[in-house]
């Protein structure tokens, strides 16, 4: 795919738009430990990108079978809410300079997030975001979870956009081979976890921020508006 036929762009949210992942890790780890189980870091770096569904079906098998990932799994639901709404969301730099410059274009976009659909639309409104996105696609909304490509399929098809058209912006590994499966171009913008020798060896951009994303597109993507 050449940067000049680009026709939308797909945000993952969690750990690219919002500052939220170290929220989520550490909520996890506290949610096992209160039923006696061991969340190393090892163990939670493997569930970046993946939907509560495949979270917790990893933890099972690792834990085996007296963990009770339904009760564990609304701990870290109660222990993250209450991290995220009493404190506020941090949102990650760039963030707006993006957006301001894709609708200048104007290039339809759309959020493609692991995060189930409720959960992400009330993040999204908490830092007044979502009315900038048309469409919200959550972890729930689709069979299979990333690296699958199911979701950012799905998000192509309600832009009306070919998946070879679309350009993805994610920050997790899982997020990135599912834009590759997708046959769409990712743009990897890492947070917690940087990106492994065999992920760099398909090709991939790596930005350091999501202004720099926005910087890299503006550059090789061929159109006329400039950065804001």
Partial sequence: MTLQIIEAVLFDMDGLMLDTE?????AGMA??????????IEIAMQLLGRNSRDADIFLSQQFGPTFDA???RERF????EEA???????????????????????LPKAVATSTRHDMARKKLESVNVLHRFPHVIGGDQVVNGKPA????????????????HCVV???SEAGVRAALAAGMTPIMIPDLKPPTTELLSHGITVCPSLEAAARHLAAKGGFKAPLI
């Fill in 31 to 40: 949610a096992c430990a209160d039923h006696g189980f061991n969340m190393t």
């Fill in 149 to 164: 490509p199911d979701i950012f399929l799905e998000a192509a098809s309600r832009l009306g956009v070919q998946p070879k």
């Fill in 22 to 26: 170290r929220i989520a890790q550490q």
């Fill in 84 to 106: 995220l709404f009493s404190n506020g969301i941090p949102v990650k730099a760039g963030l707006h300079t993006m957006l301001d410059w894709l609708e200048s274009i104007p």
């Fill in 169 to 171: 912006l994610e920050d």
């Fill in 77 to 80: 639901k109660a222990r993250y």
């Fill in 70 to 72: 339904a009760a564990v």
